[in-house]
C-alpha cells in the first residue's frame, strides 16, 4: 500500500471543521490554478484561431507557391511566362499539391463620373479555386471567369465598392495606360467582396483572365504565373522544395526563366508580425503559470501548519520526512487536478461559446476581423494540463521541506 497516498486520500476527503483555515485557502487554490489553466486556453485559442484565419485570409489572395517568371522575384514589373498544360501537369504531379491555377495581374484605374481609384485587376481563369471569394461574397454573385473570351464582368472590394459609389448592376469605366496609347474598358460590377483585409481590399479586383491578359497585349498561353495550393500546409516546405528542383531554372517554350515563391516569402511583413504574437502568448503562459505556483505554495503551507499536529504524531510514530512530504504533494496533486477540470471547463466553455456565438467582437480595421477567433487544439489543451500539472508541484518541493523543521515533541503541544 502506498501509505503517502491513502493518507493524502482520507486527508483531502475529510471535511472536518468548517472554519478551519486551510478550507479557504484550498479554495483560493483551486481557483488560482483554474483561471490560471482557463486563461492560458482561451489565449492560446485566440492567438491559434487570429493566427490561422489572416493566414488563410493572405493564401486566399496569393496561394500557398507561386510559380512565376524569375524577372517578376522581387521587382514591380509584370512579367509574362507560359503556364501551359505540360507545366500544369508537372505541378499536379507533385505530391502534396491539390490545385494548380493560373492568374494574371493588370493595373488600371476605375473611375465614375465623381470619383477614381487606382488598382490592380486580378484575371483569373475558370479553373480557379473560388471557395474563398464565395466565403468573403457580401453583395452580389460570383461572375462566372472566363479564359477565352471577355464578359466584362468585375467582383469588387466593399472599400472600392464604397469609395467609389457604385452597387452591384452597375457599369463603371476602367482605364488602362502604357507607353504608347490609353485603353478604356466598361465592366459592370457583378458581385462585391468584404474580407477586412484592408491591404488586399484597396488594391485588389478580379475579372477574366482572358481580359487581363489582353489588357497585358499578352497571348492568351501566357499570364502572371501560376497558383499553386498544397493539401497540407504543414507540408508547405516540403512541396516548396520539389518545386525548385523540378520547376526552377527551367524555361518555357519561349526561353523565359521559371521561379517560384511561398506565401511566406511573398508577404514577409504579415508572417512576421503574426510570429511576434508568440512572445506574447509565452509570456501570458508563464505569467498564469507563476500564477497557480504561488497559490499552491500559501495554499500548501497554510495546510502544514495547520496539519502540525498530525506531523508530529505520524513522526512519533516512525514516518520519515520523505514520506510525509510525499504525503502532502499527493495532497497538493489533488487540488491541482480539482483546479484544472475547473479550468478545463471555463476557459473550453468560453470558447466554444465564443465560436458559436461570436459574441465578443473586434474593430476590422485594426485586426483584420470583425469577431474574435478561437480555435480548439485538444492537444496543446492536454499538454497545458499536464505542463501546469509538473510544474505546479515541481515549485512545491522546496516548501515541502519545511516538515523537516517540525520537531514531533513541540508539534504536541501546538494549537
Not at 17 to 25: G, I, L, T
Not at 143 to 148: A, L
Not at 258 to 271: D, G, H, L, R, W
Request: net charge neutral; glycine share 8%.
Amino acid at each position: 500500500m502506498n501509505l503517502p497516498l491513502f493518507i493524502s486520500r482520507r486527508i483531502y476527503s475529510d471535511q472536518g471543521d468548517r472554519h478551519k483555515v486551510s478550507r479557504p485557502a484550498i479554495r483560493i487554490a483551486t481557483i488560482g490554478v483554474g483561471i490560471g489553466l482557463a486563461v492560458m486556453i482561451i489565449t492560446v485559442s485566440v492567438v491559434m484561431g487570429f493566427k490561422h484565419t489572416i493566414r488563410d485570409k493572405v493564401v486566399g489572395f496569393g496561394s500557398h507557391i507561386q510559380v512565376v517568371n524569375f524577372s517578376s522575384i522581387n521587382s514591380v514589373e509584370n512579367y509574362a511566362i507560359c503556364i501551359d498544360d505540360s507545366m500544369r501537369r508537372v505541378l499536379t504531379g507533385i505530391e502534396g499539391v491539390r490545385h494548380v491555377q493560373r492568374y494574371t495581374m493588370a493595373r488600371g484605374i476605375l473611375k465614375t463620373d465623381d470619383d477614381f481609384l487606382g488598382v490592380a485587376f486580378k484575371g483569373i481563369g475558370p479553373e480557379y479555386d473560388l471557395d474563398f471569394l464565395r466565403e468573403n461574397l457580401v453583395d452580389g454573385q460570383m461572375p462566372v471567369f472566363s479564359d477565352t473570351a471577355s464578359t466584362n464582368k468585375l467582383l469588387l472590394s466593399r472599400i472600392m465598392a464604397d469609395k467609389l459609389k457604385v452597387s452591384v448592376g452597375d457599369r463603371i469605366f476602367a482605364y488602362f495606360i502604357d507607353e504608347t496609347n490609353v485603353r478604356t474598358r466598361r465592366f459592370t460590377v457583378e458581385g462585391i467582396y468584404q474580407t477586412n483585409m484592408t491591404r488586399f481590399d484597396e488594391m485588389i479586383c478580379f475579372t477574366d483572365l482572358y481580359t487581363a491578359c489582353k489588357l497585358n497585349g499578352w497571348s492568351a498561353e501566357r499570364c502572371s504565373g501560376g497558383e499553386v495550393l498544397v493539401s497540407d500546409f504543414g507540408q508547405l516546405d516540403a512541396v516548396y522544395n520539389t518545386i525548385i528542383n523540378k520547376v526552377n531554372r527551367t524555361t518555357d517554350r519561349d526561353g523565359c526563366l521559371f521561379s517560384s515563391q511561398t506565401i511566406y516569402e511573398a508577404y514577409p511583413q504579415i508572417f512576421t508580425w503574426l510570429e511576434l504574437l508568440d512572445i506574447n502568448v509565452w509570456i501570458i503562459l508563464g505569467l498564469m503559470i507563476c500564477l497557480a505556483g504561488i497559490t499552491m505554495i500559501s495554499g500548501l503551507l497554510i495546510i502544514i501548519l495547520e496539519r502540525t499536529s498530525m506531523i508530529g504524531v505520524l513522526k512519533a510514530l516512525g514516518a520519515r520526512n520523505k514520506s510525509i512530504r510525499h504525503t502532502f504533494l499527493w495532497f497538493s496533486a489533488f487540488i491541482i487536478s480539482r483546479g484544472l477540470l475547473l479550468g478545463d471547463i471555463i476557459g473550453i466553455g468560453i470558447v466554444l461559446f465564443q465560436k458559436l456565438t461570436g459574441i465578443i467582437k473586434l474593430d476590422p480595421q485594426t485586426y483584420y476581423v470583425s469577431e474574435a477567433p478561437m480555435e480548439l487544439s485538444i492537444p496543446i489543451i492536454i499538454l497545458l494540463n499536464i505542463a501546469t500539472l509538473i510544474v505546479s508541484i515541481s515549485v512545491l518541493i522546496i516548501p515541502s521541506f519545511f516538515i523537516s523543521h517540525i520537531h514531533p515533541a513541540k508539534s504536541m503541544r501546538y494549537e
